[in-house]
């Protein structure tokens, strides 16, 4: 079996990031962003994604944490595309609901190879620690843009906002997991264009 692995480093005016990613892994995290709350959801992203992640982080967190998350969900959604090589044989659609106690979030993707993000979550919180909530939107639209899938993700209902947002990362992990998945009974891609 190919490794489906990548390694990706951004070194801005603004932030400071490494990533290594194995697609095939074990739920193995390694997080340092000097942002708790965000450290924790990239935790259970890829505990419930079965990914095996290392990524260290720093930024202009003086400023706020709008640079250092948007900045890893670039990183993040590179690794992706460059671990999933030509694609062949994925299953490419992955959905999942998580319920989180009170509160129920879907997550929808389509590795297509054309980005695009629907996203619908209304928080009662504007910020966890030092991460302002308004973020989990642009670390979702950053990692479909660079990895080229499109993702629907909702917070269906809820009135905790970590729950919400905890249920939301849990299920970008779990269906990624489940779209990348490689089904031997497809031939190449699974596209009757005959590329993703």
Known sequence: MVK???EVKRDTFETQIEISLDL??????EI???VGFFDHMLILFTKHGLLNLKLKASGDLYVDSHHLVEDVGIVLGKCIKEALGDKKGIKRYGTSYVPMDESLELVSMDISGRPFLVFEG???TEKLGNFETEMVEEFFRAVA???????HAKALYGKNT???IEGLFKAL????SEAIQIDSRIKGVMSTKGSL
């Not at 843009?145 to 993702?151: E, Q, R, V």
Request: glycine share 18%.
């Open 122 to 124: 209304n928080f009662n």
């Open 4 to 6: 489906r692995e990548a």
């Open 145 to 151: 843009f660079n990895a080229g899938i499109t993702i």
């Open 24 to 29: 095939d892994g074990e739920g193995n995290a």
């Open 173 to 176: 992990g779990r269906a990624l």
């Open 162 to 164: 970590h729950h919400m």
């Open 32 to 34: 340092q962003t000097g």
